[in-house]
């Protein structure tokens, strides 16, 4: 809580700025060079693909998967204006997925017996993303825009034996992308948004911008 009312305050000390900044310039040709912005969405592709994806489970325990955790994906960015409608950023993300390892004794009649619960496996992602976006339609408080990102993900995959209580690691680094189809803002300098797209940032996500 502490946290979120630190970055409450931030971003408004940061809004009345840009105000005071944005009353100052009597420029015609002006428009916000900056757009600072938080987000929270559901989990990535990557990430749900990952937890349920049968071949994750047959390396780890050949059997199935129960009580599926999932995070979301935070995120935070900054956007720098390089015309109107175009603009480059770079932004980092966070999310955390995790799973409880079943595996059933079988005979040639089947599974017998009821299911063991055998480890846990916990996936934790740490992106960062260089971005490119084009605003295709504007009108007012309101604009529609689409992006590129790419990078690179830090997976931090760990799985905890369930019997000798011993974590054996996998962490990787991979090339990381995201496509954002559709982007929709609302407001001047700051704005809510909502996103849809697929990659290594959420699915779908919401949050909130401000434009110096």
Same mark, same amino acid.
């Given at each position: 809580m502490k946290h979120i009312l630190t970055a409450a305050a931030a971003l408004l000390l940061i809004s009345s700025a840009a105000f005071a900044q944005k009353n100052m310039v009597r420029d015609v040709d002006y428009f916000p060079r900056s757009e600072i912005y938080l987000q929270y969405g559901t989990p990535s592709l990557?990430?749900?693909?990952?937890?349920?994806?049968?071949?994750?489970?047959?390396?780890?325990?050949?059997?199935?998967?129960?009580?599926?955790?999932?995070?979301? /994906?935070?995120?935070?960015?900054?956007?720098?204006?390089?015309?109107?409608?175009?603009? /480059?950023?770079?932004?980092?993300?966070?999310?955390?997925?995790?799973?409880?390892?079943? /595996?059933?004794?079988?005979?040639?009649f089947g599974p017998a017996g009821e299911p063991e619960f055998m480890c846990r496996a916990v996936v934790m992602n740490y992106s960062c993303h260089l971005s490119g976006a084009f605003t295709y339609w504007q009108q007012g408080p309101m604009e529609c825009s689409g992006a590129l990102y790419l990078g690179v993900n830090y997976m931090d995959e760990s799985v905890r034996d369930a019997v000798s209580d011993e974590l054996e690691p996998n962490d990787h680094l991979n090339f990381s992308f995201h496509i954002t189809a559709v982007k929709f803002r609302y407001g001047d300098m700051v704005g809510g948004f909502a996103e849809l797209g697929f990659g290594y940032r959420g699915l779908l996500n919401v949050g909130l911008s401000i434009k110096i």
């Amino acid at each position: 809580m502490k946290h979120i009312l630190t970055a409450a305050a931030a971003l408004l000390l940061i809004s009345s700025a840009a105000f005071a900044q944005k009353n100052m310039v009597r420029d015609v040709d002006y428009f916000p060079r900056s757009e600072i912005y938080l987000q929270y969405g559901t989990p990535s592709l990557m990430e749900l693909t990952t937890i349920l994806s049968p071949n994750f489970h047959d390396e780890v325990t050949n059997g199935e998967t129960r009580n599926h955790k999932f995070s979301g /994906i935070a995120a935070i960015g900054y956007n720098f204006f390089v015309h109107p409608r175009v603009s /480059i950023g770079l932004d980092f993300g966070y999310g955390y997925g995790s799973s409880d390892m079943y /595996i059933s004794d079988v005979d040639e009649f089947g599974p017998a017996g009821e299911p063991e619960f055998m480890c846990r496996a916990v996936v934790m992602n740490y992106s960062c993303h260089l971005s490119g976006a084009f605003t295709y339609w504007q009108q007012g408080p309101m604009e529609c825009s689409g992006a590129l990102y790419l990078g690179v993900n830090y997976m931090d995959e760990s799985v905890r034996d369930a019997v000798s209580d011993e974590l054996e690691p996998n962490d990787h680094l991979n090339f990381s992308f995201h496509i954002t189809a559709v982007k929709f803002r609302y407001g001047d300098m700051v704005g809510g948004f909502a996103e849809l797209g697929f990659g290594y940032r959420g699915l779908l996500n919401v949050g909130l911008s401000i434009k110096i």
